[in-house]
């Protein structure tokens, strides 16, 4: 069995610009999957791959890493965040052929990719693409400690997945395109976890102290912009032709919400940490909203939203199905502030 992924794993990278076969790649998902099969082995060859002088072979042997952590075994991803070091390619340049300054620049972007979700599953204890989501999933279940540790890990891979950053007039071979399907798919996995995270985060907010207050903020400005680089990167993958019923579509929660948590933070700074009676309300269509607690006052209802269906959404107890948000008119409310964000479905394996 061995030597059968040896040789799956050098007819997967080898120097034919063009993607790595289904059935190569499907050899060795077989081959990782079997009980007490030694990953090492195969990571080994991998490894030795992304040696090459030939952007072609390491390129191809970086998506065949990156197929194996999405589709493989655990035990794989499991071995390569065990490794000391694992891809050093930051000074990569194949300058033997015209493509190969371009593409050497990608492969730089990608390894440090492939490298900080090893990192990230080494810190977390889990791929974080993969872990059980929803009201009793992982993000939703942490502790405040938990999301301040956890959360600077998923922006720190986010980040490094998001600096790919290819145009669609980049993608001009099968490898780099391979190559940005697997990102795209992690892209839709990793924000699904990193919203949950700042949902579960916010509705932590009101009840933290000054200094876990000051990192949530920070953290939830570093969503923000994030959103926006995904919204980006998003278009490109619209542009290559990823069909549109699975690109979801991102809306911003309102400049409103920021305020508010920046005056909160404010308002513990002048009352010397002592915590504020705010709360956080859950309204018939999933809309959240800090109010004082002010029983002379009748809070009105926020308009409807439109809510078209197909994935699930969850917030709290309220549970609707939606593939997209799309924003109605709402008049402006006192005291009020609103929350929009889009719990999306992932693509599954494919």
Aim: aromatic share 10%; net charge neutral; hydrophobic share 40%.
């Amino acid at each position: 069995m061995g030597s059968s992924a040896s040789k799956a794993a050098h007819r997967a990278t080898t120097d034919e610009p063009t993607e790595p076969e289904a059935k190569h790649l499907a050899d060795l998902i077989q081959y990782i999957n079997g009980t007490n099969m030694s990953v090492q082995h195969l990571a080994d060859i991998l490894s030795e791959k992304t040696r090459s002088s030939s952007w072609v072979v390491v390129f191809k042997a970086l998506v065949t890493v990156h197929h194996l952590m999405v589709h493989g075994n655990e035990r794989f991803i499991q071995h390569l965040a065990s490794r000391n070091s694992l891809f050093t390619l930051h000074n990569f340049l194949d300058k033997s052929v015209m493509e190969g300054y371009a593409m050497s620049t990608f492969i730089r972007r990608y390894s440090r990719y492939l490298n900080e979700k090893s990192l990230a599953y080494r810190l977390i204890a889990s791929d974080i693409t993969k872990t059980k989501r929803g009201m009793d999933g992982m993000m939703r279940t942490m502790d405040t400690k938990q999301l301040l540790n956890t959360l600077p890990v998923i922006q720190t891979q986010f980040d490094a997945l998001l600096n790919f950053n290819a145009n669609p007039d980049e993608l001009t071979n099968g490898i780099i395109h391979a190559a940005f399907m697997l990102l795209f798919k992690d892209s839709l996995r990793l924000f699904a976890a990193y919203n949950e995270g700042i949902l579960n985060l916010l509705d932590k907010y009101f009840d933290m102290r000054k200094n876990e207050c000051k990192e949530s903020l920070d953290i939830y400005i570093k969503f923000l912009e994030r959103t926006s680089k995904l919204v980006q990167f998003l278009k490109v993958a619209e542009q290559v032709g990823i069909d549109q019923n699975n690109i979801p579509y991102l809306t911003q929660a309102p400049h409103s919400l920021l305020e508010a948590l920046k005056q909160h933070l404010a308002s513990l700074e002048e009352n010397n940490d002592s915590l504020l009676p705010y709360r956080f309300v859950i309204l018939q269509n999933g809309l959240i909203y800090k109010s004082h607690l002010r029983s002379d006052m009748k809070w009105p209802q926020p308009s409807e939203m439109e809510i078209p269906g197909g994935m699930k959404w969850q917030l709290n107890t309220y549970t609707c199905t939606s593939t997209l948000w799309k924003h109605i008119s709402i008049p402006p409310v006192p005291h009020m502030m609103f929350l929009y964000i889009l719990d999306i479905n992932p693509l599954s394996d494919r």
